[in-house]
């Protein structure tokens, strides 16, 4: 992913994994040394779902497409970008396929590669609409109803924007963004913010998620053998009525033998 300026204001950037901070401090990834630009005017986080830009407390002015933005906001190939005064536009890189056959060996086509982060958090959908789908989590990510937002989805129990989930070294921090129905960590309401660790249960209303650390697995080991005693009694009195059933069979076995004898005794 990049910036391009097409005045000329800066050359383009290629954008890195995480925060890529724009404004005239010469530590940002983008320095804008042009009138009405702050040190840090901007932020455009690269995530495993993909970018969003968020606009620090009492910076910007910043716009996408021409709509002023208040906080943060999703981007998507093509948006223009006005920050400050300085137009840019952001641009998806894609991602070169190497061929399994052909082509000479060591030819550089000097195309750019892009080599996937397997991402530390990733959210697994456990109920509706997100159901069975996982979401990678590397960077902030802004969850609700909205099509702009890094998950959207589609359900009419979410606000617009409904919750932010942000990457931290041991789980994710968890903000309520002003939803109408809550955000829940293990069903204890966040007022406005909470952490979610590995293995904890994220609930926006009535849609649900389980954060998982790639390589960690639900232990499920306590369930299965907390069935095995239900299960034992069962296969012990299957198996007192087999025997049961077979000593009655040999018990008429005999007094068929006996009568016949007598039977036959008596001819």
């Known amino acids: ?14 954008l890195n994994p995480g925060a890529n901070k724009i404004g005239s ?14 040190p840090v005017h901007c932020v455009i986080h ?17 716009t996408v497409n021409g709509k002023p933005v208040p906080d943060i906001m999703g981007l998507r190939s093509g948006d223009s970008i006005a920050i400050g ?36 958090f990733v ?13 990678p989590v590397a960077g902030p990510v802004v969850i609700g109803r909205a099509p702009e937002c890094d998950i959207s989805v589609p359900a009419d129990e979410m606000s617009r924007r409904h919750a932010m989930v942000k ?26 913010t909470g952490f ?16 998982v650390a790639p390589g960690m697995e639900i232990n499920t080991a306590p ?8 299960a034992t009694p069962m296969a012990a009195n299957s198996k007192i009525q087999l025997m049961a059933m077979l000593l009655t069979f040999a018990a008429l076995a005999i007094i068929v033998v006996l009568l016949v004898s007598k039977s036959m005794g008596k001819d």
């Open 223 to 230: 369930q299965a053998a907390a069935a095995k005693p239900a």
């Open 25 to 38: 401090d010469i530590d940002n990834v983008v320095v804008l040394n042009r009138p009405g630009i702050l």
């Open 1 to 14: 992913m990049k910036l391009v300026f097409p005045n000329g204001e800066h050359g383009q950037v290629f």
């Open 123 to 135: 959210l697994r959908g456990v109920s509706g609409a997100v159901f069975s789908k996982v979401f």
């Open 196 to 211: 979610l660790g590995p293995g904890d249960e994220l609930r926006l209303d009535a849609v649900r998620f389980i954060l």
């Open 46 to 62: 690269i995530t495993g779902t993909g970018a969003n830009l968020q606009v620090p407390g009492g910076a910007g002015p910043v």
């Open 85 to 120: 005064s300085v137009q840019a536009k952001f641009l998806v890189v894609e991602e070169s396929r190497v061929p399994a056959y052909g082509g000479e060996q060591g030819e550089d086509s000097g195309a750019t590669r892009v080599r996937m982060a397997i991402p530390k």
């Open 167 to 192: 990457p931290t070294p041991d789980g994710l921090q968890v903000e309520d963004l002003g939803s109408s129905n809550g955000t829940f960590v293990n069903n204890k309401r966040c007022q406005p």
